[in-house]
């Protein structure tokens, strides 16, 4: 005789019970985006991510607007994000901040108010943040120049004078912006020659070693005996070489010149 017994099984559908709503970032820089995460717990203890599967509703859209998961920064202020299952459950609302940028200013340190033309000058930049700390952020601004034919800038070469000119300045960073900066782009050009020794008078076979000096419009002086043009006018009475040397060949009366760049000594 075969005995039997009865085994009832009951099969109960796993229910979704509660949806968790998580970020990478709750402050947001506004039009920057971040991706949301839908986690649901289940009847049978599971989480699962269901991050595909829900709706989002934001409590002020003019703050923030999401679309297929992600969540855009569109304008300053405080707003909620809740996620909803299509089976009635939703989330906790949860806070989301969007901010114009971290930083509520920009310090640039090193910019100079003048620069020669092919000069360089190095810089750098300190964003300021809501507690007064202070971060170099030189790797992260762009800058706006109102006259880019006048200088170059970037992180490796720093600023560089291109032309003569003047130009403003700012650097900035997500949606701050520095104080203008003037700059005054000069050209340093060739203002007067000067030859050394002054002679008026020279003995006939004679060899004298002559130098001449550029000075600039910046108060800088260089020794320019080998970059000007030596020139007499008798070379029946002395010659000059190229690099200074005048000699004396018979008596009279003779001019000597140095010339560079149009000025005559």
Same mark, same amino acid.
């Given at each position: 005789?075969?005995?039997?017994?009865?085994?009832?099984?009951?099969?109960?559908?796993?229910?979704?019970?509660?949806?968790?709503?998580?970020?990478?970032?709750?402050?947001?820089?506004?039009?920057?985006?971040?991706?949301?995460?839908?986690?649901?717990?289940?009847?049978?203890?599971?989480?699962?991510?269901?991050?595909?599967?829900?709706?989002?509703?934001?409590?002020?859209?003019?703050?923030?607007?999401?679309?297929?998961?992600?969540?855009?920064?569109?304008?300053?202020?405080?707003?909620?994000?809740?996620?909803?299952?299509?089976?009635?459950?939703?989330?906790?609302?949860?806070?989301?901040?969007? =901010? @114009?940028?971290?930083? /509520?200013? &920009? $310090?640039?340190?090193?910019?100079?108010? +003048? !620069?020669?033309?092919?000069?360089?000058?190095?810089?750098?930049?300190?964003?300021?943040?809501?507690?007064?700390?202070?971060?170099?952020?030189?790797?992260?601004?762009?800058?706006?120049?109102?006259?880019?034919?006048?200088?170059?800038?970037?992180?490796?070469?720093?600023?560089?004078?291109?032309?003569?000119?003047?130009?403003?300045?700012?650097?900035?960073?997500?949606?701050?912006?520095?104080?203008?900066?003037? =700059? @005054?782009?000069?050209? /340093?050009? &060739? $203002?007067?020659?000067?030859?050394?020794? +002054? !002679?008026?008078?020279?003995?006939?076979?004679?060899?004298?070693?002559?130098?001449?000096?550029?000075?600039?419009?910046?108060?800088?002086?260089?020794?320019?005996?080998?970059?000007?043009?030596?020139?007499?006018?008798?070379?029946?009475?002395?010659?000059?070489?190229?690099?200074?040397?005048?000699?004396?060949?018979?008596?009279?009366?003779?001019?000597?010149?140095?010339?560079?760049?149009?000025?005559?000594?």
């Amino acid at each position: 005789m075969i005995k039997q017994k009865t085994i009832i099984i009951t099969v109960n559908d796993v229910e979704l019970t509660e949806l968790r709503v998580g970020a990478r970032d709750w402050e947001l820089i506004r039009g920057k985006s971040t991706e949301l995460e839908a986690l649901g717990r289940f009847s049978d203890g599971a989480y699962i991510d269901i991050t595909p599967s829900v709706s989002w509703s934001v409590g002020n859209e003019s703050v923030l607007s999401i679309s297929n998961g992600v969540a855009t920064g569109v304008g300053q202020g405080s707003t909620t994000i809740t996620a909803a299952a299509s089976n009635g459950v939703t989330s906790w609302p949860v806070p989301m901040e969007v =901010i @114009e940028s971290p930083y /509520v200013s &920009l $310090d640039v340190v090193g910019l100079p108010h +003048s !620069i020669k033309v092919g000069d360089q000058a190095y810089w750098y930049v300190m964003g300021v943040d809501r507690y007064g700390r202070h971060h170099n952020v030189s790797s992260q601004i762009s800058w706006n120049i109102s006259d880019q034919s006048t200088i170059k800038i970037d992180r490796i070469d720093g600023l560089q004078g291109l032309k003569a000119g003047s130009t403003l300045i700012s650097a900035k960073i997500d949606n701050i912006e520095s104080e203008p900066h003037y =700059i @005054e782009v000069y050209e /340093v050009v &060739l $203002d007067k020659l000067t030859v050394s020794p +002054s !002679i008026s008078k020279v003995f006939t076979n004679e060899v004298v070693r002559l130098h001449a000096t550029g000075h600039f419009t910046d108060d800088t002086e260089l020794d320019m005996t080998h970059q000007v043009e030596w020139k007499v006018s008798d070379e029946n009475i002395a010659t000059v070489s190229k690099d200074g040397l005048l000699t004396t060949l018979r008596a009279g009366v003779v001019t000597l010149t140095a010339m560079k760049d149009g000025i005559v000594k």
